[in-house]
């Protein structure tokens, strides 16, 4: 099992480090029909499950840049986490979208637990915001991610790059939801504070 658990690793490695589509069709070949099953499970629609399947891998090669092995957790779980995700925000898609890169409004947006609001692109409250939509921004974005101590940007990360939810972090890390909550309010303000550094240096 350990062997596997590397192999997978290894191969989603490759199609992050070098975006290497024959490690990543491996992991689809692999995977593809397990993920299936299991939103089918969740659905009781295989048409609608294997869409959310081709969305999921979707979501995996996009965000691939962004994948952790730091996490310590098996790449399958890593997978199953991104389907669950994915097919509870199709669930509250009309009511709630997780955006792939989402902050909460330092000061203004988050709430009294640490979660602060969904990053919205065509929002007002925070302008300055609409600019994360920018390649360069996004660099530096990146780059604030990953000066952060690993206790702070694995859940970041998960959070904010993933849109995993907080008890869902808690429950693949094995730390308490506040913690969570805690972690990544923190880097939030440590992020927030690069970005409008980048911003008033222009």
Request: glycine letters at 6%; a negative charge; aromatic letters at 10%.
């Amino acid at each position: 099992m350990v062997e596997a658990k590397n192999d997978d690793i290894e191969l989603m490695l490759r199609v992050r480090d070098h975006d290497d589509k024959e490690a990543f069709e491996a992991l689809y070949e692999k995977y593809f029909m397990a993920i299936v099953t299991f939103l089918n499970r969740k659905c009781r629609n295989e048409a609608r499950a294997h869409e959310m399947a081709q969305d999921t891998f979707m979501r995996l090669w996009r965000g691939r840049k962004g994948y952790d092995d730091s996490y310590k957790i098996k790449f399958s779980t890593y997978l199953y986490t991104i389907a669950t995700n994915h097919f509870r925000n199709e669930l509250d898609k009309d009511n709630r979208r997780v955006q792939p890169v989402s902050f909460g409004v330092v000061g203004q947006g988050a709430d009294a637990e640490g979660e602060g609001r969904d990053f919205d692109p065509e929002g007002s409250e925070q302008p300055i915001l609409k600019s994360l939509a920018d390649s360069e921004a996004l660099d530096i974005v990146i780059e604030a991610v990953g000066e952060l101590d690993e206790a702070h940007r694995v859940p970041f990360k998960m959070a904010r790059f993933e849109g995993i939810k907080f008890k869902d972090i808690a429950e693949t890390l094995g730390i308490p939801e506040g913690t969570v909550k805690s972690r990544v309010s923190n880097a939030e303000k440590k992020v927030w504070a690069r970005v409008q550094k980048y911003f008033n240096e222009e």
